[in-house]
């Protein structure tokens, strides 16, 4: 006998976004079929929290997401963590991946992302 999950945590690259980087309406509609048993649906992601609006329709609803590789979870609109790396990791990390052509994405809570050019 299976047991019921109380809770599932979904990715959005290669998981739940399709090929033109969106959520289905189709996904939207099973997420909320799996909440309106009692599951908990939560979203894990490498993306900010910023950038998932433009990515989901309208109405799309779970109960929490964690960001940024895990750097920041949130519950509704409820931070419960949000960890920043110390700015003297990042200047290092930015300094030797420009030195060696690495290309990278910095997400700075509440300002654009920064982006080797």
């Not at 976004?17 to 799996?34: E, G, P, W």
């Not at 895990?70 to 700015?87: C, D, Q, R, T, W």
């Amino acid at each position: 006998m299976a047991l019921k999950p109380k809770a599932i945590f979904l990715d959005m690259d290669g998981t739940i976004l399709n090929h033109q980087n969106q959520v289905s309406i189709h996904t939207k509609d099973v997420i909320n079929q799996l909440r309106n048993q009692g599951i908990y649906v939560f979203i894990a992601t490498g993306r900010a929290l910023d950038e998932i609006e433009s990515l989901v329709p309208k109405g799309f609803q779970v109960d929490g997401i964690v960001t940024s590789n895990g750097m920041a979870g949130y519950v509704g609109n409820e931070v419960i963590f949000k960890h920043s790396l110390p700015l003297k990791l990042v200047k290092k990390v930015i300094k030797k991946a420009r030195e060696h052509k690495v290309y990278y994405e910095l997400f700075p809570y509440g300002s654009d992302r920064i982006t080797l050019k």
